[in-house]
């Protein structure tokens, strides 16, 4: 993807820029401060705007006493979102145990030998770094002045009297709440990829479907969505179910399989963005073709309603 670089495979970035450092698992409006705050930063120096992001997630890599988190997004999608964010490049390191046990002064090093021409880092106001995470905010900001950037702690945002994190946003999704996820992360939650063909079940039974692989870390239930299919610039409304389609002999990983209400011009191979809009019900396997046939329509009578309701509000 062009503006994307692996950071370990590159001597060093010799342009200036400004570097947004960290996660940003689901980019939600919290992270969009800090991202905005860097490009307003880079502006004001005449330097590109980045982003420093990390794979795999530090908790599959350091021990917390916790299970690793699970990411919602895996990289390729990650950086398309920074990008289209408005960032001029994305960078992404290797946590490993290495660089885990660098200590905070190891890390800035780290960054002067990766970026010579750094001129400033923009972070959440609760970011943590070096070995144990002994590094916080304070001491990144004497760092940077020691070392002639720029520094800026942006502060969270705050919904509902809890900060907007991708914790919450985490939660929403494992309990299929879509509408509370887009309105914590400014858009709706979405699977990208290329349409593949499948069984061609749907078009058996007379519903017709886009096939889409779709396995990130953390998941959506499985499940029945009013779904948004975006390819082009232009956008489809149907329903989709994301799972194993059990009732075809169930897939060997998921799948989300959309239905539209107009038959697009597209098929295999098509770059689509499915986005996940509200949750219908759970998936579950028919004992026939009839009955499976049944329920489809009945899914998308509940979708039609569901948009026809969206565009009265």
């Not at 120096?45 to 917390?64: C, E, K, M, W």
């Not at 702690?153 to 985490?170: H, K, M, N, P, Y």
């Not at 009013?226 to 610039?233: M, Y």
């Amino acid at each position: 993807m062009r503006g994307v670089w692996r950071i370990d495979e590159m001597a060093g970035f010799a342009e200036p820029c400004v570097l947004a450092v960290g996660i940003f698992d689901g980019l939600h409006l919290g992270h969009r401060k800090v991202l905005e705050c860097a490009k307003k930063t880079a502006r004001a120096a005449g330097a590109l705007a980045g982003a420093l992001t990390f794979d795999p997630h530090p908790s599959r890599v350091i021990s917390t006493g916790r299970p690793p988190v699970d990411m919602i997004f895996p990289p390729e999608q990650r950086a398309g979102h920074f990008l289209e964010a408005g960032l001029g490049a994305v960078f992404f390191k290797r946590f490993d145990r290495d660089f885990a046990d660098l200590p905070p002064e190891g890390f800035a090093g780290f960054l002067g030998e990766k970026f010579p021409n750094l001129r400033g880092i923009v972070t959440g106001e609760n970011f943590l770094f070096g070995r144990g995470a002994a590094g916080d905010s304070a001491l990144l900001r004497r760092i940077c002045r020691e070392s002639g950037w720029k520094y800026r702690a942006v502060g969270g945002l705050f919904r509902d009297g809890e900060r907007v994190s991708s914790t919450r946003l985490r939660r929403c999704l494992s309990e299929g709440d879509m509408p509370e996820y887009a309105r914590l992360a400014g858009g709706s939650y979405a699977a990208e990829g290329a349409v593949e063909g499948g069984k061609r079940l749907g078009r058996e039974i007379g519903f017709p479907t886009l096939n889409l692989p779709w396995e990130p870390e953390c998941r959506p239930p499985y499940g029945v969505y009013a779904a948004r299919v975006l390819e082009g610039g232009r956008a489809f409304e149907g329903v989709a179910n994301y799972g194993v389609a059990p009732s075809a002999g169930e897939l060997a990983r998921p799948v989300v399989e959309a239905n539209l209400f107009e038959t697009p011009d597209f098929g295999t191979g098509a770059k689509i963005r499915a986005e996940f809009l509200k949750f219908l019900r759970p998936e579950k396997k028919f004992e026939s073709l009839g009955a499976l046939k049944a329920q489809i329509a009945e899914d998308r009578a509940a979708a039609r309603a569901y948009f026809a309701k969206s565009r009265r509000a």
